[in-house]
């Protein structure tokens, strides 16, 4: 009888509670860009034992603030920042996606990229003023409240960023991990944002054929899942797409400003922009909606724009309030001329004052192949960021991209007028419409003059990768799960210990009533009693553990 016992219990699946008991932790990062803010909610096991410290990050939600302004949009009046973190209760929205029993303990970081490293480098006591408002914002909102996490709000460097970007298309590529046995290169990351761009990608062994070149670049270690790697990666502030379309209207003022010999324009002709239908100066240009128009103080404030020609430069700042308007002309040919002037490192240095200029000496790409990129099947680079919102407004299929494509798609909106414009790219707004050619050249230079890609076949375009967006955030929330503390305790232990202790008492039961049943009854009813107790158990199981 004690094995007809044994065999009801042996049948019982006693761990299926014990299974579903993972405890999980939660991180909420925000990015504050110069564009916008957003903010992704992540959670990963406590357990990290299997990982070797690193957790298994996964995205929960992400939402974008419904403002089309970055915190650096008020660096004038940083008291009502509170505005960006809030916009479209983006923030509200995360905040809900995290259990309300683990919020306490959650890690929150705001990182703050390259807008506020330009403001930093423009005005410091405003950048610093700025991200005190925003870190009391935070608090008055019952965050930063000191719960053991070391939750902040900060700047991030510029190579932060790029080496983040690098774990995060790495971490969703599969090629981190070394519970995936993917025996495949790491890709690198291209990432280009509204201030700055950055190029970050893994540095091969040491030989004696680069030895004495490696030895010469800056690298960074970082160390995931137990591994160490050696990373190359530089960020070029100004040349985010903002920043490059501010130091392009600049320039165009300067070249009226010298033609009429020391005197501001008003009006000056724009070749990357689509021509107007109004083609002749004056009210027409004004009052019409297709024109574009910046004042001073978005133009001449900012340390990638500020030029040597100090006379220039103090007459263009003593009117913060003066309108500009810029009159598109549709000149593809001469939008290029424009564009290539910020790959002349030795001419950008002669022009700026902050120095800020891109010189692709000190990009190591021959380092990786002798083409770069290869023509592999796997991608050598994702790139993401606006090379991807780019090629999307232009309805280009993401993944990889035809540069001939591309090239062609650029070409015929850059020689087109406002209307072929407005058609393609006014759903979009009319900032996207009026601006989508320099951004389109200047992306081409950018990968060609800059980066020396000859061709795209090895880089793939990308938004989201697996189950998450593309960026910085999910690589801070992998990297920084490294010195958070793990646990191994489960929340459903409570569980574990109820199941196993009814488990006893029914064990007992059963050993009885085979016991006062005899032999011959327990021959006919064995049967039914293992089939009515493992309905009963799956029963109780299914109440115990419901998630």
């Known amino acids: 009888m004690f094995p007809i ?48 410290g690193t957790g298994d990050v996964r995205e929960v939600f992400s939402c974008e603030g419904s403002s089309d302004s970055g915190i650096t949009s008020y660096s004038d009046r940083p008291e009502e920042v509170d505005k960006a973190l809030r916009a479209g209760r983006c923030l509200d929205k995360a905040v809900g996606r995290i259990p309300e029993s683990r919020r306490a303990d959650s890690v929150l970081f705001l990182g703050a990229t390259a807008g506020m490293r330009v403001l930093n480098a423009t005005d ?34 510029s190579s932060e960023e790029g080496i983040l970007g690098w774990i995060t298309a790495n971490s969703l590529n599969g090629t981190l991990d070394p519970a995936s046995n993917n025996d495949a ?13 950055q190029i970050t990608f893994e540095m091969p062994p040491q030989d004696g054929n680069n030895n004495g070149l490696l030895s010469t670049v800056k690298k960074s270690m970082v160390k995931l899942y137990g591994r160490n790697h050696s990373l190359f990666t530089v960020s070029h502030m100004c040349y985010g797409q903002k920043e490059a379309l501010r130091r392009y209207f600049v320039e165009l003022i300067h070249q009226e400003y010298k033609r009429r010999g020391g005197v501001l324009p008003k009006y000056v002709k724009a070749p990357c922009q689509p021509k107007i239908r109004f083609p002749t100066y004056g009210d027409g240009v004004e009052n019409s909606p297709h024109h574009h128009s910046m004042k001073a103080s978005e133009l001449f404030f900012s340390a990638c724009t500020r030029r040597t020609d100090t006379q220039f430069q103090l007459l263009a700042e003593s009117d913060p309030d003066r309108v500009f308007y810029f009159v598109g002309q549709s000149n593809h040919a001469r939008c290029a001329r424009e564009v290539r002037k910020a790959f002349d490192p030795a001419r950008c240095r002669s022009t700026y004052v ?32 606006t090379y991807w919102y780019l090629i999307s407004a232009l309805g280009i299929p993401g993944g990889r991209v035809s540069q001939f494509n591309f090239r062609h798609s650029v070409s015929r909106l850059c020689g087109a007028s406002d209307e072929f414009a407005h058609g393609l790219l006014g759903k979009l707004g009319g900032e996207v419409e009026r601006n989508t050619c320099f951004r389109g050249v200047f992306m081409q230079h950018l990968l060609k003059d800059g980066y020396k890609f000859r061709e795209w076949t090895g880089i793939d375009f990308a938004k989201r990768v697996a189950h998450a967006e593309v960026g910085w955030t999910l690589g801070y929330m992998v990297n920084r799960t490294n010195s958070l503390p793990s646990e191994t305790e489960k ?14 008492w029914l064990f007992v039961a059963v ?37």
């Open 124 to 157: 410091h006591e405003k950048a610093a003023e700025l991200m005190e408002n925003t870190r009391s914002s935070l608090e008055e909102m019952g965050f930063l409240k000191g719960n053991g996490t070391e939750s902040s709000a900060r700047i991030l460097s």
């Open 491 to 504: 929340e459903d232990q409570g569980c574990e210990f109820l199941g196993m202790h009814y488990a006893l």
């Open 354 to 385: 902050k120095k800020h200029c891109f010189d692709s000496d000190d990009i190591p790409l021959r380092l990786l192949s002798e083409e770069s990129p290869s023509s592999s099947s796997s991608p050598d680079f994702v790139a993401f960021s």
């Open 5 to 52: 016992a044994f065999a009801i219990y042996s049948s019982v699946d006693w761990g299926v509670c014990l299974d579903r008991s993972v405890s999980y932790s939660y991180g909420l990062v925000m990015d504050a860009g110069s564009v916008h803010t957003t903010a992704t909610v992540y959670r990963w096991p406590t357990d990290r034992s299997d990982t070797n």
């Open 185 to 197: 290169s790491t890709v690198g990351a291209l990432d280009w944002g509204g201030a700055s761009s």
């Open 511 to 547: 050993v009885v009533v085979v016991k006062l049943l005899g032999d011959i009854v327990t021959e006919l009813l064995w049967w039914l009693l293992k089939l009515l107790f493992k309905l009963l158990w799956s029963l109780f199981a299914k109440v115990c553990c419901r998630s």
